[in-house]
T-cell receptor, first 114, second 114 residues
Framework: AQSVTQPDIHITVSEGASLELRCNYS??????LFWYVQSPGQGLQLLLK??????LVQGIKGFEAEFKRSQSSFNLRKPSVHWSDAAEYFC????????????FGTGTRLKVLA | NAGVTQTPKFRVLKTGQSMTLLCAQD?????MYWYRQDPGMGLRLIHY???????AKGEVPDGYNVSRLKKQNFLLGLESAAPSQTSVYFC?????????????FGPGTRLTVT
């Protein structure tokens, strides 16, 4: 069955430290991959997406993600976290055929220490 | 360009009451979705639509009905609200077709059923 796993429910980092949020998926082919961010009380905003080509993709707000086919992973990274990055982050998978649905991970809540 | 809007933003219902949540998008998107978000469970798809006059069930459709009479609007109905339907509801839309199209989200509706 298709699934998305975000193994870290909560992550705390200090401002200025680097960040990596993990995302693993289960699907028989290469899916479309997305990272969204949700600030408190807000809807979801797209950070970046991958569908083909270069496996390192750049997004907004200084985020990047790397697709690793061998590990079925699409981890989100940021070299230096800002206090305003505190939010919840969702990985999502879209499928290349047969369905127009998306599957979301359960989210990782990021806390940033001053 | 308002993007995706949702009405109302907050609502409190008593068990057994009915209500309709309205989603509107002004991006001429073909596909629209309704999700519910509960703590620790990410976003779960309730119903979706791939075009005017069409709807389909998602992961958790029981207790909900939808209609897409106009391309820009997607309505979510609760005929007899239950406390288990207390949640935050998000609407999303995207372009049609099988490309790697991201979803655009509304700001959410917080529903409490007592």
């Amino acid at each position: 069955a298709q699934s998305v796993t975000q193994p870290d429910i909560h992550i705390t980092v200090s401002e200025g430290a680097s960040l990596e949020l993990r995302c693993n998926y289960s699907y028989g082919a290469t899916p479309y991959l997305f990272w969204y961010v949700q600030s408190p009380g807000q809807g979801l905003q797209l950070l970046l997406k991958y569908f083909s080509g270069d496996t390192l993709v750049q997004g907004i707000k200084g985020f990047e993600a790397e697709f690793k086919r061998s590990q079925s992973s699409f981890n989100l990274r940021k070299p230096s976290v800002h206090w305003s990055d505190a939010a919840e982050y969702f990985c999502a998978v879209g499928f290349t055929s047969g369905t127009y649905k998306y599957i979301f991970g359960t989210g990782t809540r990021l806390k940033v220490l001053a | 360009n308002a993007g995706v809007t949702q009405t109302p933003k907050f609502r409190v219902l008593k068990t057994g009451q009915s209500m309709t949540l309205l989603c509107a998008q002004d991006m001429n998107h073909e596909y629209m979705y309704w999700y519910r978000q509960d703590p620790g469970m990410g976003l779960r798809l309730i119903h979706y639509s791939v075009g005017e006059g069409t709807t389909a069930k998602g992961e958790v459709p029981d207790g909900y009905n939808v209609s897409r009479l106009k391309k820009q609007n997607f309505l979510l109905g609760l005929e007899s609200a239950a406390p288990s339907q207390t949640s935050v509801y998000f609407c999303a839309s995207r372009l049609g077709g099988t490309g790697a199209y991201e979803q655009y989200f509304g700001p959410g509706t917080r529903l409490t059923v007592t």
